[in-house]
């Protein structure tokens, strides 16, 4: 079956620090892709996704490369705030055997630090 | 729109008591799903429909029941709640049929039970 595991965490940052997020998927056929954020007391919501191998998924400065040949779909920012605070999850669907079904990864706690 | 409406926010329940989670969507989805989340674990699928009359067990079904009788509500029932059934429960729906397209979340019920 299809299986999303993510870098372990928590996660501190000090503001305007580099933040990657590792994220490595196992499914047959060709699953699409997504970031989820969840911040404090709410629901989640898609960051970014990608559909297809070599696509860029990108919003509010992340960004994620759709990498088939590594099974990958790190998560990336470039200067994060104290406001990208937040769990990001990491999840797939599609695919020969899912359909519309969400898999998701454990989460990651992200905290950023003024 | 409202998007996905979940109710209540909160519930604290006595072991063996039952309640039902409430869930609605008024966004046309076909198909709609219930999952839980727990620390570490991330977000796992407990439910799922992709229609009105058409409901399947997720990963974690044991203990809860589901029924989808309109397209816009999906409730969620604990028969008769255990404390191993403290979590929070997300109401999510999406259009059926395409891996690609985005999930909208409820806000969350935090259901404890002692």
């Known amino acids: 079956g299809n299986s999303v595991t993510q870098m372990e965490g928590p996660v501190t940052l000090s503001e305007e620090a580099f933040l990657t997020i590792n994220c490595t998927y196992t499914a047959t056929g060709y699953p699409s892709l997504f970031w989820y954020v969840q911040y404090p007391g709410e629901g989640l919501q898609l960051l970014l996704k990608?559909?297809?191998?070599?696509d860029k998924g990108s919003n509010k400065g992340f960004e994620a490369t759709y990498r088939k040949e590594t099974t990958s779909f790190h998560l990336e920012k470039g200067s994060v705030q104290v406001s990208d605070s937040a769990v990001y999850f990491c999840a797939l669907s599609g695919g020969e055997t899912s359909g519309s079904r969400l898999t998701f990864g454990e989460g990651t706690q992200l905290t950023v630090n003024p | 729109n409202a998007g996905v409406t979940q109710t209540p926010k909160f519930q604290v329940l006595k072991t063996g008591q039952s309640m039902t989670l409430q869930c609605a969507q008024d966004m046309n989805h076909e198909y709609m799903s219930w999952y839980r989340q727990d620390p570490g674990m991330g977000l796992r699928l407990i439910h799922y429909?992709?229609?009105?009359?058409i409901t399947d067990q997720g990963e974690v079904p044991n203990g809860y029941n589901v029924s989808r009788s309109t397209t816009e509500d999906f409730p969620l029932r604990l028969l008769s709640a255990a404390p191993s059934q403290t979590s929070v429960y997300f109401c999510a729906s999406r259009t059926w049929g395409r891996g690609s397209t985005e999930a909208f979340f409820g806000q969350g019920t935090r259901l404890t039970v002692v």
């Open positions: 990608a559909t297809k191998a070599d």
């Open positions: 429909s992709v229609g009105a009359g």
